[in-house]
T-cell receptor, first 114, second 113 residues
Framework: DADVTQTPRNRITKTGKRIMLECSQT?????MYWYRQDPGLGLRLIYY???????NKGEISDGYSVSRQAQAKFSLSLESAIPNQTALYFC?????????????FGDGTRLSIL | LAKTTQPISMDSYEGQEVNITCSHN???????ITWYQQFPSQGPRFIIQ???TKVTNEVASLFIPADRKSSTLSLPRVSLSDTAVYYC??????????????FGSGTRLQVQP
């Protein structure tokens, strides 16, 4: 979805480095999410935020932190990257205005940790 | 955590109808059932969502029985471009006490000419 932008699209880094992945959206949605996807597997939820002051852990939050700087921005940080965090990371947004609104995904960030 | 159960993979031929069934025994009263499609190296894309009975859009139909413990995504007359992974989602309880959507492994659909 072009309205959900992830940067960078690709990143290669070394073990122990601090990494920040950024997500911005122009959809005006209040909810934002971070997922990771490993080869051949489904997406796993890392963190989610229902509004600027609300942050919640997902299935696999250990080793990650997030910041919701504004309604439109939600960043994911790896404080000290390790090789098993090599994965494809997706940001998503949804709107709570009515019902269970579907999520809209960015194109992903491919992260490799050496 | 409660999760959905789908077949790992399915094969079909162009022009056929494909039905993918998902089990979600622990669905909550307020949960909707949502299906996504994912192509390699792309984010999942919303296909269809429903709460009960039948929903149809220009892409697919979704059939949900009265007990809502399963659902079936129906893709009419598939083409090669429908080759993708299909995910069924309902809410699951998180440690926070909230329900959030989580993806299972999905169903890998391969459409042959």
């Amino acid at each position: 979805d072009a309205d959900v932008t992830q940067t960078p699209r690709n990143r290669i880094t070394k073990t122990g480095k601090r990494i920040m992945l950024e997500c911005s959206q122009t959809k005006g949605h209040d909810r934002m999410y971070w997922y990771r996807q490993d080869p051949g597997l489904g997406l796993r939820l890392i963190y989610y935020s229902f509004d600027v002051k609300d942050i919640n852990k997902g299935e696999i939050s250990d080793g990650y932190s997030v910041s919701r700087q504004a309604q439109a921005k939600f960043s994911l940080s790896l404080e000290s990257a390790i090789p098993n965090q090599t994965a494809l990371y997706f940001c998503a947004t949804s709107d709570t205005s009515s019902g269970n609104q579907p999520q809209h995904f960015g194109d992903g960030t491919r992260l490799s940790i050496l | 955590l409660a999760k959905t159960t789908q077949p790992i993979s399915m094969d079909s031929y162009e022009g056929q109808e494909v039905n993918i069934t998902c089990s979600h025994n622990n669905i909550a009263t307020n949960d909707y059932i949502t299906w996504y499609q994912q192509f390699p190296s792309q984010g999942p894309r919303f296909i269809i969502q429903g709460y009960k009975t039948k929903v149809t859009n220009e892409v697919a139909s979704l059939f949900i029985p009265a007990d809502r413990k399963s659902s079936t995504l129906s893709l009419p007359r598939v083409s090669l471009s429908d080759t993708a992974v299909y995910y069924c989602l309902v809410g699951v309880p998180m440690d926070t006490g909230r329900r959030a959507l989580t993806f299972g492994s999905g169903t890998r659909l391969q459409v042959q000419p």
